[in-house]
């Protein structure tokens, strides 16, 4: 999900200073959401079942560029077997594995975004400098998703993602809340949801747990409402970039600079993260901690979180 939601900045600049030009966007099928509703791009497209029928797809539209922001075999076999010209990404694959393996420096911290608009400075496009876009998909209201207690001045603390090393530990999660003075909505999935009655049944009535009781939508919505945003690295975290608001970004055994995905653009931000000889562990996250001690979450301080959090409400 990161990845696609920073390629909307590529898709605004292109359509905003190419003024002749029809932006077509072609993604999986489980991202649409990403672009449903973007208005810089002119044609949406999915991946087919069969690569030949997405080759095929393509060759139909007559395309004058592809701009390849994802560099993977598929991609690689839609250019040769299309013809048709193209800019690549470049994905410094080897860097990020020797600095993975043998946890050297050897990618520079540049945003992922800012690699991906090299793949159009050949058109003459240059960076626009504003936040990813996300269009929220409904007219929501509050008062359908959360209690009266809830509506106004709170906390979104999106506590769910895709691999166990990007989560904090419940027992971290519910000091964190103990100490936070506004009113907490946690946001999650199904796979958490779970994890958000247990941490609501250890604090009370200042938590609401949403976790997989709001829609994906419904939970962008509740992020753009939120005072302030407290999340891990995961989609939903990303997406919150898009409103402007003061975020706190937590990583544990993932880091951002590896992948080039700290938040982007945003002006009030708090990085979460300890030093240890042992992070990051992998680019994209684990199922367990594999030295056991889970310490780059367990011993991030709490107390520059919270004060965070709470020098916004």
Partial sequence: MGDIIYTTPVVRCLKKQLLDAEIHFITKPAFKYI????????KLLLLKPTLAETIAEIKAEGY???IDLHNNLRTTLIKLRTGIESST???QTIRKWLSLKFHLK????THLVDRYMETVKFLG???????IDYYIKANHQLASLLPTTHQSGFVAFVIGATHFTKRMPNEKIISICKEINQ???LLGGDDVKANGDQIAAAIGLTIFNACGKTSLDESVFLVSKAQTIIGFDTGLTHIAEAFKKPIVSVWGGTVPELLGVQPYMAKD???AGIDLSCRPCSKFGLEKCPLGHFKCMKEIPEGPITEFVNNRA
């Avoid at 496009?125 to 936040?131: A, E, H, I």
């Fill in 35 to 42: 672009y449903d509703n973007n208005p810089y791009v002119d």
């Fill in 64 to 66: 004058d560029y592809l």
């Fill in 89 to 91: 990404y470049k994905k």
């Fill in 106 to 109: 050897l990618v520079p911290p």
């Fill in 125 to 131: 496009v240059t960076n626009d400098g504003q936040p």
């Fill in 183 to 185: 009113p907490v909505v």
């Fill in 269 to 271: 931000v708090f990085v």
